[in-house]
């Protein structure tokens, strides 16, 4: 990625910020957030590690080890994107997600990939309030994961394909690539959470 490229990331990734002279209060900051520790070399990690931009993987610091955990992404901005889950041994080179066995995700194009597999294409609507609209800028994609399935939901509208037999240790994952810029929401959520579903919490041991 060029060096203007990379300015141009972190000029749309820092989007937003406005400088005041004046102390706000500061709200305890959640100890969950994206790795900068297991990212790509060109991915930009922004916003108290809850925007990504850039090129490539970043996955979270946190485990998904709780029965039933959900997490939001945000498409703050259109591009190349892919959001699910992964495990630490998936190429953070990747742009795409899904792309070897160690990652599971929904992508910019409404298909949910698993190594290099396209498993299901989800329904775009054509004006149906029951089916999914396609997913744009400020759309919010829910994932919620039990450890028997992953789903997937677009402005709180659950897709009608889940995905399972996930293996390993998996963390949330959000790719990113042509000017894709997405946040990832950890509490706060814009939509309730499925029944039973919680935000990720981290182990005891690491409290």
Known sequence: MSSVSVFCCLRGCLDGFKFNSAVPHIPRENPIQLDTSFMGYEV??????????????????????????????????????????????????????GMDEFSWTLNHDHIIRHNKQELYKINISNGATSEIQCIQEGDIIGVAFDHIQLKFFVNGTEIEHSVSNIKGTVYPALYVDDGAILDIILDNFNYPPPSGFEKIMLEQSLL
């Open 44 to 97: 930009v990690i922004v916003k108290g590690g809850q925007r990504v931009c850039g090129a490539g993987a970043a996955l979270g610091n946190a485990p998904l080890v709780q029965s039933k955990s959900y997490f939001e992404i945000k498409i703050q901005q259109s591009g190349s994107w892919s959001v699910g889950l992964a495990t630490r041994q998936t190429d953070l080179s990747f742009t795409q997600g």
